[in-house]
């Protein structure tokens, strides 16, 4: 045991004691609770209010009006970072083109498992995504659950079939774009309606508000659609499968392309 | 005294998770500790799912038990699988 | 025994079996020389990180019952319910915290996977103490 080894342990023991004796003495506030937080106690209050509608968002749902109505800046935001890492790792696989090769995959008792599995997958995923205003669920959560079937096609069957029933990088890439445009366009539509009639409106509005009379309407014969929080559900599950998909893709092509690609970018400079 | 119960249930479960933990930080062969991670990360989604937030079990288990392997599995195919000392 | 003794007693060993696997990956993250190794130690601790979060939105009712989860189910709600609700219900804002939280360590680590593909196929290896001593070389030739 060296002297490095030693010091390194034996901080990080003092780390643990001294934070849990301190939170436990309730030197972070008290825990556990018997009221919620101020903040909380009007989201919850609000979230769903037929009494009070200009400070209502009309969601069953708190955890979703939270995310897309009360704080939807948050959300947006986290988006672009996301897409940022996508447009990040499709930058250092530059010039990479995938050739044809043979490829087996696994055996015929695994492939026909998944030809039954995957539908299910993804009729799963779609009943997620819709239902985010009226159950926990929402666009995250549809759109991981239709990102595995993505994996699952890629490791039972081959990167070659999945060129072939034509999720190739372009395509992938397109869609995701197609997503986030709707999801902008979801943000700003009350704003340009109220420009183009006269009436004060705000960005990212969902209900009419005291001061402003347009807004979205919550209730579609009889079904309840929370203006905005739906659209912004199927916008967001379709962008984040999509980009699953293409994740994929970057990862499993095969060395000899890729070494290549890199052969090629040395040459040139 | 249900609202007890929940907490003595998550105890048990993150001591588990504290012994899945140590477990993947000394292995040396990278496989098995991908494995001890995704087992730890199953008793943390259960641990979500006993501390009623639903929408984060709905998150959690795709990506950190279904993605989170999966990326790591590719990468050690690709290189090197044993850490040397 | 009494609950709320028992309550905090609960908490106390949550609380520490969270920051020990806190402090296990950080050890993990500082100590291990392979690159994926630290990968995986990095997933661990923002999950911990994310567990601590959820742990301080939960609440106890008056009567030391089970609280609800924060989803209303009865439409069109009247005010008595909606005092209900708002009483024995969990702590929502966390949860969306948390949400937010989880798709960004995912970006990162998805590149960051990638970057260590990269790294791989450049120098033929994921150990950091050969890759100083490349680096020493180079710097002294060039």
Same mark, same amino acid.
């Given at each position: ?269 | ?85 | ?37 630290? =990968?995986?130690?990095?997933? &661990?601790?923002?999950?911990? %990180?994310? !567990?601590?979060? /959820?742990?301080?939105?939960? @609440? ?43 798709? =960004?360590?995912?970006?990162? &680590?998805?590149?960051?996977? %990638?970057? !260590?593909?990269? /790294?791989?196929?450049?120098? @033929? ?18």
């Amino acid at each position: 045991m060296s002297l490095r080894h030693l010091i390194v342990i034996i901080a990080t023991v003092v780390l643990i004691v001294t934070l849990s004796y301190a939170i436990t003495m309730r030197a972070l506030g008290p825990v556990p609770l018997f009221k919620v937080r101020r903040v909380s106690e009007f989201y919850l209050t609000n979230a769903f209010n037929p009494f009070n509608k200009t400070i209502s968002a009309m969601t069953p749902e708190v955890v979703t009006s939270i995310i897309w109505d009360y704080r939807g800046l948050d959300t947006l935001f986290e988006t672009a970072v996301f897409y940022l890492a996508i447009i990040a790792t499709a930058m250092l696989y530059r010039g990479v083109i995938v050739r044809r090769k043979t490829q087996v995959g696994l055996s015929p008792i695994v492939k026909t498992a998944t030809k039954i599995v995957v539908p299910s997958i993804i009729v799963i995923a779609i009943a997620v995504a819709l239902h985010g205003h009226l159950t926990p669920g929402g666009g995250f959560q549809g759109g991981s659950i239709a990102a595995v079937t993505f994996a699952l096609i890629l490791v039972t069957f081959s990167l070659y079939t999945l060129n072939k029933i034509g999720a190739c990088k372009e395509k992938l890439l397109a869609l995701r774009s197609l997503g986030l445009l709707s999801l902008i366009a979801t943000s700003i539509i009350v704003f340009v309606m109220g420009m183009l009639l006269g009436i004060r409106a705000f960005i990212l509005q969902n209900q009419a508000k005291l001061v402003s009379i347009i807004g979205l309407p919550y209730k579609m014969y009889n079904f309840l659609i929370s203006g905005s929080c739906f659209f912004f559900n199927v916008s967001e599950a379709l962008a984040v499968s999509m980009a699953f998909g293409l994740l994929f893709i970057f990862i499993s092509i095969f060395e000899e392309d890729v070494e290549e690609a890199l052969k090629r970018r040395e040459e040139v400079e | 005294m249900m609202g007890l119960f929940i907490l003595f249930v998550s105890c048990v479960v993150s001591i588990l998770a504290l012994v899945a933990t140590y477990l993947a930080i000394v292995e040396r062969d990278l496989l098995k500790a991908i494995l001890y991670s995704a087992i730890q990360s199953t008793l943390f989604a259960f641990l979500y799912y006993i501390l009623i937030a639903p929408d984060i079990v709905l998150v959690y288990i795709p990506v950190a038990i279904g993605l989170y392997p999966l990326l790591m599995v590719i990468v050690v195919k690709k290189s090197e699988r044993f850490e040397k000392p | 025994m009494d609950p709320l003794f028992l309550s905090r007693f609960f908490i106390m060993i949550l609380t520490l079996s969270i920051i020990g696997i806190m402090g296990i990956s950080l050890y993990g993250i500082f100590h291990r020389p392979s690159l994926i190794k630290k =990968i995986i130690a990095l997933t &661990i601790f923002s999950d911990a %990180a994310n !567990t601590f979060a /959820i742990i301080i939105g939960y @609440r106890l009712t008056k009567g030391y019952e089970t609280p609800i989860p924060p989803v209303v189910t009865k439409i069109p709600p009247s005010t008595g319910y909606i005092e209900l609700f708002k009483e024995t219900s969990v702590d929502p804002l966390p949860q969306a915290l948390v949400l937010t939280a989880i798709v =960004i360590n995912l970006a990162i &680590i998805a590149f960051l996977v %990638a970057l !260590t593909l990269q /790294i791989y196929r450049v120098s @033929r290896t994921v150990d950091v103490r050969t890759l100083a001593v490349m680096r020493a070389r180079e710097e002294e030739i060039a």
